[in-house]
């Protein structure tokens, strides 16, 4: 079974440019998680998905962050503009095949950025 | 608001060693408990999952334990290797499915 794909794996952009990232979730995988985790601290979660919808995004930072599912499946994280605070590892994970409750998170490798 | 908290930060102790990792959360009403494995560089690898029903899960080498009253769960890792060295961080899922992270444990193994 093929995990959980992120790319680029490492991005380098100056301050006030702007990136997106990409994800494919696990196939058949309807809860879809961005995370961002800064250096030495856990996870923190941005936005999650269930299939096309939203389900929580309370910490994403809308005035500069955006992302979609489009048909379910694949996902982008955008970020426009972008500030120094945002160098971070920003992982992708999925859970759940449909119709069943989210459980265990499965976790692609991750996008490290660097704002310069 | 839900917080986690792990404890110790760091560790580093001989091959061969028991050890227990610690994890508090402090709103009890939790759906259930992750831990994971982070290595440099990497991803999050899952190790265990605790539904809030359930006072343990083993695998391997690998034990947790819950106890939501206390709003502790504990990971034992038994006859440690250096393999074993690695991020370990747990996570507690909220009932509305919201996931909060501690900030892990670095765990170094020395041959």
């Known amino acids: 079974e093929a995990g959980v794909a992120q790319s680029p794996r490492y991005k380098i952009i100056e301050k006030r440019q702007s990136v997106a990232f990409w994800c494919n979730p696990i196939s058949g995988h309807a809860t879809l998680y961005w995370y961002q985790q800064i250096l030495g601290q856990g996870p923190k979660l941005l936005i999650q998905?269930?299939?096309?919808?939203?389900?929580?995004d309370s910490q994403l930072p809308k005035d500069r962050f955006s992302a979609e599912r489009l048909k379910g499946v694949d996902s982008t994280l955008k970020i426009q503009p972008a500030k120094l605070e945002d160098s971070a590892v920003y992982l992708c994970?999925?859970?759940?095949?449909?119709?069943?409750?989210?459980?265990?998170?499965?976790f692609g490798p991750g996008t490290r950025l660097l704002v310069l | 608001k839900q917080e986690v908290t792990q404890i110790p930060a760091a560790l580093s102790v001989p091959e061969g060693e028991n050890l227990v990792l610690n994890c508090s959360f402090t709103?009890?009403?939790?759906?259930?408990l992750q831990w994971f494995r982070q290595d440099p560089g990497k991803g999050l690898t899952s190790l265990l999952l605790i539904q809030s029903s359930q006072r343990e899960q083993t695998s391997g080498r690998l034990n947790a334990s819950l106890d939501k009253s206390s709003g502790r769960s504990t990971l034992y890792i038994a006859a440690s290797q250096p393999g074993d060295s690695a991020t370990y961080l747990c996570a507690a899922r909220t009932g509305g499915f919201k996931t909060i992270f501690g900030a892990g444990t670095r765990l170094f193994v020395k041959a």
């Open positions: 994970a999925s859970s759940a095949p449909q119709g069943a409750p989210p459980e265990t998170q499965y």
């Open positions: 709103d009890s009403a939790i759906y259930n």
């Open positions: 998905f269930q299939n096309n919808g939203v389900v929580d």
